[in-house]
């Protein structure tokens, strides 16, 4: 079946980085794209920004401009997202979510979630 | 950037009765409207995109309608397994923003 696993929680101290992986499988990587979306504790959910799997375009809000990278590894179907100069608001769960290949469009296959706390 | 506003925050109801969350955004975004269903500790489910296209595999109970900046998604006899949260989101334009969500409670 289609599904995304992410990898496990990371704890971290403020100014460091935070790399989060998302496997695909069960359908082609490369004909979509993968978006990122977190959830702080209690709150609403935050769009991080999405790859392209077909072609590696990115888009960023300009909120983390900056600070975060999403790749892919097409061999191994799994897309990363790195976030930099993690602040304690950056405490939150992050998702993966399956997209559009040429537009970020509706999510309609998502993750389990990575919870990322940063904290001294 | 384009803000998305849910109404109401939450709501009450009970087994059976007919529920409807508003979703406002704050310029035309013609029908590019999507909902989304959240339990707690789970990821977001997919339920409609496109204003009214129901996911496959969702209840035929879910409903959603509107277009420009008003939208609508009504659930027609509400069940136990709908008490939730529910997101709108817009994929209009980026960066793609949601809604704040509206709690359905019993």
């Known amino acids: 079946q289609v599904q995304l696993v992410q990898s496990g929680a990371e704890v971290k101290k403020p100014g460091a980085s935070v790399k989060v992986s998302c496997k695909a499988s069960?359908?082609?990587?490369?004909?979509?794209?993968i978006s990122w979306v977190r959830q702080a504790p209690g709150q609403g959910l935050e769009w991080m920004g999405w790859?392209?799997?077909?072609?590696?375009?990115?888009d960023y809000p300009q909120k983390v401009q900056g600070r975060v990278t999403m790749t892919t590894d097409t061999s191994t179907s799994t897309a990363y997202m790195e976030l930099r100069s993690l602040r304690s608001d950056d405490t939150a769960v992050y998702y993966c979510?399956?997209?559009?290949?040429?537009?970020?469009?509706?999510?309609?296959?998502w993750g389990k979630g990575t919870t990322v706390i940063v904290s001294t | 950037d384009i803000q998305m506003t849910q109404s109401p925050f939450s709501l009450s109801a009970s087994v059976g009765d007919r529920v409807t969350i508003t979703c406002r955004a704050s310029?035309?975004?013609?029908?590019?409207l999507i909902w989304y269903q959240q339990k707690p500790g789970k990821a977001p489910k997919l339920l409609i995109y496109?204003?009214?296209s129901l996911q496959s595999g969702v209840p035929s109970r879910f409903s959603g309608s509107g277009s420009g900046t008003d939208f609508t998604l009504t659930i027609s006899s509400l069940q136990p397994e709908d008490f939730a949260t529910y997101y709108c989101?817009?994929?209009?334009?980026?960066?793609?923003?949601f809604g704040g969500g509206t709690k359905v409670e019993i």
């Open positions: 979510a399956r997209g559009g290949r040429s537009l970020p469009g509706s999510m309609d296959v």
């Open positions: 310029q035309n975004i013609n029908s590019n």
């Open positions: 496109a204003t009214s």
């Open positions: 069960g359908y082609t990587f490369t004909s979509y794209g």
């Open positions: 790859i392209s799997a077909y072609n590696g375009d990115t």
């Open positions: 989101q817009q994929n209009s334009s980026t960066p793609l923003t």
